[in-house]
């Protein structure tokens, strides 16, 4: 008799709730099945073993209570409210996709800040409706008063504030480092400001399209497009460069096209460079796996080298479909360390040989092998975008 994985999903959070605890992982282990463990202070209360199949099922239910797909190609995070007896806590569910997908639930206390409703003022603004959410701030498109121009808001989401108040300098930063360059393919931003109950927020010019990543997702994308494509964000990069701003989190989700013009967008992880060097690993790596070059695995800091890799792995998975590394996090993670790329091909016929060089360049394992800066990779996607025109 098949386990209803509706069921699985309800105990596990109502023993999780029992015991107060933070954190739910459900991952894949190497026996081949899955393994669910509850962890309460970073101390791991209980473990259970869960066949393939059904842990699969398992971690859809939470998704979908959350609003999650686990079909989607990159991590997404969703947040619903969750009632044992007399105990109510905020879930924040993050599911981590891939053959073998993962998922991660912590328990947090309910959010007390209100977020801005459709009406509501903010400093100049009117807030016109909600846009979407992204890793660390939910985004509403607004209307200055006075001038009737409108524009995104961007306000840090009180569960992240919840987790750790550093995350108000980690959300300022993005603004300041958005702000410190001037490119038609950085995302502009205009003012900044803080809610009533302390959130920061801070307002950039409203975009209109679709991300790359939404048409990846359509299939691989014709050569010439692509390297077009390639060309402005290596041009938005080049300026951040100048700036000092290393932006650490390049993915096609945070690219958006609008008539065939690029703007890069979400500077949540950028690193902004003083002139100081610092060599020591990091205890935790932030980025989308996929596009994480081999010395952040490690767990060293961001630099323009690793802003090129991650530009090398979105050109490949333009002209490919699909980025050179497929997996869980470990075992992309240890392919960007130890597994030479393939060779990047398209289904629109065989590529130039100048423009696989250079894909194949971007993605050396040493970042002394890549382009020595994103000029130069932009001063060669522009020669290939010529030869293909």
């Avoid at 890793?135 to 995104?152: I, K, P, S």
């Avoid at 690029?262 to 003083?274: C, E, P, Q, S």
């Avoid at 060089?357 to 394992?365: G, I």
């Amino acid at each position: 008799m098949a386990i209803d994985p509706i069921l699985v999903a309800d105990v596990v959070l109502e023993a999780a709730m029992a015991v107060q605890a933070e954190t739910v992982r459900i991952e894949p282990c190497a026996s081949g099945d899955y393994e669910l463990a509850i962890l309460r202070e970073g101390e791991t209360l209980t473990t259970l073993a869960i066949e393939n199949a059904l842990a699969t099922n398992v971690i859809a239910r939470f998704g979908y209570v959350c609003g999650v797909d686990p079909a989607e190609r990159h991590a997404k995070t969703g947040r619903t409210r969750v009632r044992s007896f007399d105990t109510q806590r905020d879930l924040i569910v993050t599911i981590q996709p891939s053959a073998r997908p993962r998922a991660e639930l912590v328990f947090v206390a309910c959010a007390q800040q209100q977020d801005p409703a459709i009406g509501d003022r903010i400093g100049h603004y009117r807030v016109v409706a909600p846009i979407g959410a992204g890793g660390m701030g939910n985004v509403y498109e607004v209307m200055h008063e006075r001038l009737g121009r409108r524009h995104a808001l961007k306000v840090l989401q009180s569960w992240v504030l919840e987790r750790d108040r550093a995350n108000i300098d980690r959300f300022l930063q993005e603004a300041q480092a958005a702000a410190r360059i001037r490119s038609s393919h950085i995302v502009e931003v205009f003012d900044f400001g803080y809610l009533a109950d302390g959130r920061p927020y801070f307002v950039m010019e409203l975009l209109s399209g679709q991300s790359l990543a939404a048409l990846i997702a359509q299939g691989p994308i014709p050569p010439s497009s692509a390297v077009s494509i390639a060309c402005q964000l290596a041009r938005g990069l080049t300026a951040a460069h100048e700036r000092a701003v290393i932006h650490a989190d390049i993915s096609p989700a945070n690219m958006i096209i609008s008539d065939g013009h690029v703007t890069l967008i979400d500077f949540g992880l950028a690193h902004l460079r003083h002139g100081e060097t610092a060599d020591a690993p990091a205890d935790e790596v932030s980025g989308t796996p996929s596009y994480l070059a081999p010395e952040r695995v490690r767990g060293l800091p961001p630099d323009e080298a690793t802003d090129l890799y991650a530009a090398g792995v979105v050109l490949y998975e333009m002209l490919h479909g699909w980025p050179p590394f497929a997996g869980s996090p470990y075992e992309v993670g240890m392919a960007h360390l130890y597994t030479p790329a393939p060779h990047v091909a398209s289904p629109y016929g065989p590529l130039p040989d100048r423009l696989v060089s250079a894909v194949a360049r971007c993605l050396a394992k040493d970042a002394t092998d890549r382009f020595p800066s994103m000029q130069a990779l932009l001063d060669e996607l522009t020669a290939i975008e010529e030869m293909l025109s």
